[in-house]
């Protein structure tokens, strides 16, 4: 009797974690004024594309309004031209399936059916990407963060994932479009904040492996800093058969810091070093090639800046990284080496509001 209600005690402790699980199928719609969830593609083409797809649903000031959709993409060319695609609808001209993850805003949409993931941006006579891709790797969830009235959920709930797309970009008014097409290998994150993100974000880095003509395992890192200095960190490694080792007892540091504008600042080498129960990882990444530097509150027009200046915004220093690894196990070190898709966003506080000036009294 004893053993049993032992055995229901733990199950009882399991519930919880069970129940907080993100439910990545499906917006939430929360009331809470910041409220913000967000799914978020990128991916690198082998032809040197690198693509960005983001599915946001979010609660803004009047006159957007709450439940507002924005679609936001970005598709740069290996001679580091970008292309963005941008569109906003309100509920009802965006939405979801109830049943199933089936995600559109416009013309945009993002689905998934048996395990197979189908992006498709854009109009098709216009800029647009096409892909579609999986994963055989389970999420890399977060802990759940929470303070002053603010809390962010996150996972990266496609890690590793591989597949084939296609894009197509305007090059001018009478010029025909540039198209690519081929191979494509990313990681799609699943985000939902809210309070004001500047109170449960400071900096997240996250670094995604490339496989190579080797087979070495690949690294992935996800690391976030919160305001209070704490920073919840993932590393994990996937080997050649897909099996994914979990890293704990995990330890980063930033190194060569790069000043940015805006007071914005972002690091190019970063040391790590984690722990399993049976095995280690540790050594240094290189943010060596610059793909895109990216604010979007640069690319908003006034009327959105007029409410987005004062809320956080994010500054975004997306590279191509080179990583150098020792793995050891039981049966001896392997020397990792291979490049990875990388992306540092650097949590920027919001502009504080002018106080109206007092006519003095004569």
Known sequence: MKLIKLVIVCLAGLLPLSAAAMDHSKPQLLDDKFYKEYWEQHFLFEDGTFVTAQFLAANF??????????????????????????????????????????????????????????????APDKNAVNATFSSAALPLDHMKFKRKKASMESSIYLPFFEGSGNWQVQQGEKEPLLTGAGKIQGFASHVLITGRLERVLNSWLRVGGLSGADNQPMPFLSAQERPDGSRDIILALKNAAGEITKFSDISIDYQDI??????????????????????????????????????????????????????????????????????????????????????????????EKKKPRRKKRR
């Not at 240094?284 to 200046?309: G, V, W």
Request: aromatic share 10%; net charge neutral.
């Open 61 to 122: 000031p009047w006159p957007v309004g709450d439940d507002h959709g924005i679609m936001i993409a970005t598709v740069v060319k290996p001679d580091g031209t970008r292309t963005i695609i941008k569109n906003g609808r309100d509920l009802g001209k965006w939405g979801f399936d109830a049943e199933k993850f089936s995600l559109f805003i416009h013309t945009h949409r993002l689905k998934q059916e048996d395990g197979i993931y189908d992006l498709h941006v854009g």
């Open 258 to 351: 790069q000043q940015a504008p805006h007071k914005s600042s972002y690091p190019t080498v970063i040391k790590v070093m984690g722990h399993s129960e049976t095995e280690s990882l540790s050594g240094t990444i290189r943010l060596s090639r610059k793909i895109d530097h990216f604010n979007i509150y640069d690319h908003l027009n006034f009327f959105e800046r007029s409410f987005a200046m004062f809320r956080a915004s994010v500054a975004n220093y997306r590279y191509i990284a080179d990583y150098d690894l020792l793995h050891t196990t039981a049966a001896g070190s392997q020397k990792l080496t291979g490049k990875a898709l990388s992306e540092y966003q650097d949590i920027l506080n919001p502009r």
